[in-house]
């Protein structure tokens, strides 16, 4: 929808870690980035993604792109009820998975830390189907709308369309290495510095595993509070365990921070790569010492999957798998010319003419 381009060049917007989130989101809900930053209202995106309100959202992104494209109030209303319907027949269905992605990511972004490789791998097994399908619904979306475009803002949609490009190709990649397990951020542009994130303690990320499924299954009271009996029952098999190893990860910790310390009183990619080693070996030995309490992950999982009821389970699974039929059809027609009606509150907007330079 419109101009979906998000940019995460440090060059052009200086964006803190919650703005990173609340770009990710406003890429699902067909939301542009560059628009928003040129004017800050993010109001509408207070606390947690699970309570955000759509429509504040949806009138965000109307005002701020009318600017950018300097859309006439034709094109104004027909972006805005094109908007509207798409992205809610949209989230419709998936609503209820979208805003339980974001929470847990926006709850790593900003505690600026990173999940442990376990709970990396399946956080991207959810959060993979969703951004494809995102990914097509956006780009069938800009499709669309550019037809109402006149040849000035056809320019500025190309030049978007190369940041959204960007965008995906790096959560793309992302995800793909949070599936892997390879969640440390080793190959920076430039050196490394202290400010980068920090992998969270696997037990530490088993509080965001538990809210995502509480939310995603729509458990009752009762199953809640079983749930986090489990959790806080594992949690602490897990701290007797890290703490009988306390002298070993005591020693890891404190020859990163000497490692650190190293890089930022040297200079060039030989450095780099040589701490980034180093690093590998640190964060190999931490996992090994980290395997006992990974098993406990495992636990975790298998107790709650048994619940939630039969009712619940089949509501998770068609939405799932209504999710994976969407994909299927938008990767059959995505070689389709893009074709929309026009919303029927709306009248067709005037035939768009080039502005003059």
């Keep these: 929808m419109g101009n979906l381009g998000i940019t995460i060049q440090n060059k052009e917007i200086n964006m803190s870690r919650r703005n990173l989130t609340i770009s990710v989101f406003l890429a699902i809900c067909c939301i542009a980035w560059p628009c928003l930053a040129q004017n800050r209202r993010v109001d509408a995106f207070s606390g947690s993604p699970l309570g955000w309100d759509l429509d504040p959202i949806m009138d965000v992104y ?32 998936y609503e209820k998975d979208v805003r339980d992605i974001m929470a847990e990511y926006m709850t790593y972004q900003v505690g600026q830390k990173v999940p442990p490789p376990e709970v ?11 951004i494809e399908a995102m990914k097509h619904e956006i780009y069938e979306g800009n499709k669309i709308w550019r037809q109402v475009l006149n040849d000035q803002q056809k320019q ?19 995800i793909e290495n949070w599936s892997q397990g390879k969640v440390e951020p080793l190959e920076p542009t430039g050196r490394p510095t202290v400010s980068r994130p920090l992998m969270l303690n696997p037990e530490d990320a088993w509080d965001y ?12 009271q009762g199953q809640r509070e079983t749930a986090f009996s489990i959790l806080r ?19 890891i910790e404190n020859h990163r921070k000497e490692l650190n310390e190293q890089l930022a009183k040297q200079d060039g990619t030989e450095a780099i790569e040589e701490h980034q080693k180093k690093i590998l070996a640190l ?10 309490i990974n098993g406990l992950f495992n636990k975790l999982k298998d107790r709650l999957e048994t619940i939630p009821n039969a009712d619940q389970r089949r509501a ?10 969407f994909v ?30």
Excluded: C, W
Aim: charged share 35%; net charge positive; proline share 4%.
């Design 62 to 93: 109307v005002s701020n792109i009318s600017r950018h494209y300097n859309l006439d109030d034709s094109q104004k209303r027909y972006t805005q009820a094109l908007l509207t319907r798409r992205v809610k027949d949209f989230l419709k269905n």
């Design 120 to 130: 990396a791998k399946e956080f991207a097994q959810r959060a993979e189907p969703l």
């Design 156 to 174: 500025i949609h190309d030049r978007d369309l190369k940041q959204m490009d960007q965008f995906f190709d790096n959560l793309t990649k992302q």
């Design 209 to 220: 595993y538990v809210n995502s499924f509480v939310y995603r299954y729509g458990l009752d």
């Design 233 to 251: 029952e594992l949690k602490d098999e897990a701290r007797r365990l890290r703490e009988a190893r306390g002298s070993d990860f005591e020693r």
């Design 283 to 292: 964060n190999a030995d931490k996992q090994r010492l980290e395997a006992p």
């Design 316 to 325: 998770y699974s068609a939405r799932m798998a209504g999710l994976k039929r």
């Design 328 to 357: 299927d059809k938008k990767r059959e027609s995505e070689t389709q010319p893009a074709t929309e009606t026009q919303p029927a509150s709306e009248t067709q907007p005037a035939k768009v003419v080039a502005q003059p330079s």
